[in-house]
């Protein structure tokens, strides 16, 4: 068929497109929109970061510090440059890329839990500095961002930063699906597998590890942005490495390897607290809890529970591109 | 003043090493992260306090509650979390101490709150003036009990049979099975060493800055990885090498370039150390078998 | 003259103070199958990881189909037509048999033929699919295409593993005892794999092997590795006849006693 992801595929984001863009025409309570809003940044930074665990399998505790790195870019930029929002952006995704690619030569030669180590090493300097650093407002943030503006066009409402977040997450899992479905992606998941075996077979696996690393930044650092322009108010505690275990969680419930599963795992632990309204203050605990108890007994998540008979649907996609097999 | 920070070095550099010989001990048997072992600390601190908040706050009876409470915990701990997920990918059990990690630090925040809590200790030492240096009683105290400690843990390696055995499973856990050890017994007593060892080294911690937080956990544990690696993963002199160029480097740091960023000396170094020596000062190469 | 596809040349390794080889110098070309054999410690896996590129010798070279790879990455010889396989199996054990073999098959296809899903790109697909198919054919593993590697027993992925090897269009083969832990009809079916595999394609095999009787009647020719140096080469019946080569063995059997 003539789509990029195959036609059942298509049929199934169709059928979650289409509430997605029409719940705005229901009036619902403004809170709703908020959280939904907050619901689709967070799934960018994971989408990206399920390329980065799910795909390539390399674990890190890094990401809520380049989401971080990406936020403030962009304040500092809309604040004392008064740059549009499309250039904060675009510049937070390239700071938060740039910074990772200079830090993950170095690292990625490491060993799986040293890395995870040096990833949190990473994380923990970030939010230290941003909690400290006269530049980044110190404890207090930075407060004032501009409202995002597109066209002349201001964006400030509750349900046009809700289109406009959204078109964010279709736009970064547009990206994260034509990577994982292309020779880059098969590298990633070789990679994932057994790095000496894929070396072997002529995957050049530090330059792999490193683009892989290096791109779920910069989808980090895009949210960021998108983050800042949202709440229009950057602060240290959204970027501390708890917040990074906590993206870590949302992954292992929503399923890594798979393009939904980290859409899922945050739609999940985000909107059920706050259903549960008495819960919300528990919610953290629950994560936790939640995480302590799935990681064992269903290391797929929801949507990779099929790992344990068949291969990944998106490793089965590849072989079956060719239109020749099942 | 250099000499001020360096006995003020030496006795956070005791209480350091405590933690991270714990640790060390936990992960040589386990060879696997645990990524909650600070949180435990530090929420058997909060219970053992609470606790005893208004009957009394002896040092020893603090002392003795921390390290029974930790040690029940840590035997908990092996049991719902590592126990499971022994034979899973790494990724599993790393996953399931984060959540474990993510949970007790926000029952914490949910107990007692965030705010700091003042660690009420009565300390035994008086405050000592020795060459113009002034050594707090909490200090001293740390110290002393740091050396003891290592004393007893070193003795207990080397001289019993319980010793060799905790050794040999770390060398090489398949062939200590092979001579008969009991694997489950002897992961579960490391554990509670382990463990037991991090709630001495929780109290004097605790004594010494006065106070104690929820998040707290997350520094130490990181400290504590920091000095193993730097020292060198799986060796038990180099945990306490590791943890005193640790305390050097952060005491200095704090009085000579900013206090601020401290906390973060901790990550800077293990990073510097990662890339130049990964296998630590005294750590041992692990060559990948192809 | 046949193609000399593989030279060893002056091979020397030394970890810290241990000289692992030493002077180790030999050829395989085309159509053929040499069996690097010796006693345990002997330094034949080392050999074999530094022809890969997983490490770099002390001294020597490395010349594959006339090109020197000695200071080459893993993944730069893999591409000059080079496939492995391991000691330790290591198959993609998450992902399907036919996955694996197809996770090896190089195809160049431009990016934009890649954004598009052009029909050339469908066509290149589709061909390598096929091929991927065939190599599992050739093995005997097509009933098992769609199984996850991991749940295979232990002698078929080894057969995966040799599939995959292949699938690179690789000229030279690197086998890392292929019959280690294999039944005696497993091991029969792998020999006469073997000899497919060479006639077929025409590629040169490297073989370590630990079991003598399995290179026997398999090789072209054999070479000798003892504490890292070569001490024997030529003819299975050459080899087996030197007297230096049986003290190696034995002497090393009666050490054991």
Excluded at chain 1, 117 to 146: D, H, R, Y
Excluded at chain 1, 230 to 257: K, R
Excluded at chain 1, 280 to 294: D, E, I, Q
Aim: overall charge positive.
């Amino acid at each position: 068929m003539g789509t990029i992801l195959g036609f059942r595929r298509y049929l199934l984001w169709g059928a979650l497109m289409i509430p997605a863009l029409l719940l705005p025409i229901l009036r619902l309570p403004t809170f709703i929109y908020r959280i939904a809003t907050l619901i689709f940044i967070y799934s960018c930074v994971n989408t990206g970061y399920n390329l980065l665990v799910g795909y390539c399998g390399i674990i890190s505790v890094a990401q809520a510090g380049f989401f971080g790195i990406g936020a403030y870019t962009a304040a500092l930029m809309s604040i004392h440059l008064h740059t549009s929002f499309v250039v904060n952006v675009v510049a937070g995704a390239l700071m938060a890329a740039t910074l990772s690619a200079l830090l993950g030569l170095p690292i990625l030669r490491l060993k799986g839990q040293y890395l995870v180590v040096a990833t949190l090493g990473i994380n923990q300097v970030i939010s230290l500095v941003a909690c400290n650093a006269e530049f980044t407002g110190g404890p207090n943030g930075l407060p004032g961002i501009a409202a995002p503006s597109i066209l002349g066009i201001s964006i400030a409402s509750p349900t046009s930063l809700y289109y406009l977040n959204l078109g964010g997450l279709v736009l970064v899992t547009a990206v994260a699906a034509l990577l994982v479905h292309s020779p880059v992606g098969r590298s990633m998941i070789a990679v994932r597998e057994d790095q000496l075996a894929a070396e072997a077979i002529g995957i050049n696996v530090g330059a792999t590890k490193l683009l892989t690393f290096t791109l779920a930044a910069a989808i980090a650092g895009l949210a960021g942005g998108f983050y800042a322009h949202n709440g229009l108010y950057v602060s240290w505690q959204t970027f501390i490495p708890g917040e990074s275990f906590i993206m870590l969680a949302m992954l292992t419930i929503g399923g890594m390897g798979t393009l939904a599963g980290p859409v899922l795992g945050t739609a999940l632990l985000m909107a059920l607290p706050e259903a549960l309204r008495s819960a919300s203050l528990y919610r953290f605990f629950l994560y936790g809890l939640a995480l302590s108890v799935v990681a064992p007994l269903w290391p797929g998540g929801l949507t990779g529970i099929r790992m344990k008979r068949k291969a990944s649907t998106a490793t089965r996609a590849l072989s079956s591109q060719g239109g020749s097999a099942a | 003043m250099v000499l001020q920070q360096l006995a003020n070095s030496l006795a956070l550099g005791g209480v350091y090493a405590l933690m991270t010989l714990g640790y060390s001990l936990i992960f040589g048997v386990l060879r696997l992260l645990h990524f909650a072992y600070g949180d435990v600390m530090v929420i058997s601190g909060y219970i053992a306090l609470t606790l005893l908040a208004a009957s009394s706050h002896s040092f020893g009876l603090t002392l003795v509650s921390v390290v029974v409470i930790v040690s029940l915990l840590g035997v908990f701990v092996e049991r719902v979390i590592f126990r499971p997920t022994r034979n899973a990918p790494h990724i599993v059990s790393l996953i399931s101490s984060i959540g474990m990690s993510l949970m007790i630090q926000n029952a914490m925040l949910l107990l007692w709150g965030p705010a700091r809590r003042l660690f009420v200790v009565e300390i035994p030492v008086p405050t000592m003036l020795a060459g113009g240096m002034q050594l707090s009683g909490s200090r001293i105290l740390s110290i002393v009990v740091s050396i003891a400690a290592m004393v007893a843990l070193d003795t207990l390696l080397r001289r019993t049979r319980f010793g060799m055995a905790i050794r040999g499973t770390i060398l090489d856990p398949d062939a200590a099975v092979l001579m008969g050890i009991n694997r489950e017994f002897i992961v579960a007593s490391t554990f509670i060493a382990g463990s037991a060892l991090s709630g001495v080294a929780m109290v004097l911690l605790g004594s010494m800055y006065g106070a104690i937080y929820p998040t707290e956990g997350t520094a130490i544990g990181t400290k504590t990885f920091a000095a193993a690696i730097i020292g060198g993963l799986g060796s038990i002199p180099g945990a306490v090498v590791g943890s005193l160029l640790l305390a050097f480097a952060e005491t200095f740091s704090a009085a000579y370039v900013s206090v601020k960023y401290k906390d973060a000396i901790a990550m800077v170094l293990l990073v510097l150390v990662l890339l130049i020596r990964p296998a630590g000062i005294l750590g041992k190469h692990m060559e990948e078998n192809i | 003259m046949r193609k000399v596809l593989l030279k060893v040349d002056g091979i020397s390794k030394s970890f810290g103070g241990l000289k692992a080889l030493q002077d180790v110098s030999f050829e395989v070309c085309a159509d053929e199958v040499v069996a690097l054999i010796g006693p345990n410690g002997a330094g034949k896996s080392t050999l074999l990881n530094i022809v890969n590129g997983f490490h770099r010798p002390s001294a020597g070279h490395i010349i594959v189909d006339g090109k020197d790879l000695t200071q080459s990455q893993v993944h730069e010889v893999a591409l000059v037509g080079v496939g492995r396989t391991f000691q330790k199996i290591r198959v993609f054990k998450g992902l399907t048999v036919l996955e694996n073999v197809r996770m090896a098959v190089r195809t160049s296809v431009g990016s934009m033929d890649v954004l598009f899903r052009t029909n050339r790109f469908k066509d290149v697909e589709a061909g390598a699919l096929d091929r991927s198919r065939r190599l599992l054919d050739l093995v005997g593993l097509t009933h098992r295409a769609e199984d996850k590697a991991g749940s295979l027993p232990y002698g078929q992925q080894r057969l995966v593993e040799i599939a995959r090897a292949l699938a690179g269009s690789s000229r030279l083969l690197l086998l890392d005892e292929p019959g280690a832990g294999m039944n005696e009809e497993e091991i029969e079916s792998l020999k006469s794999l073997i000899t497919r595999i060479r006639r077929e394609f025409g590629v040169a095999i490297l073989l370590v092997e630990h079991n003598v009787d399995f290179v026997l009647h398999l090789s072209n020719r054999i070479v000798v590795l003892d504490h890292g140096t070569v001490i024997a080469g030529g003819t299975p019946t050459e080899v087996i006849e030197n007297p230096r080569v049986i003290e190696a063995y034995l002497g090393r059997q009666r050490h054991e006693r």
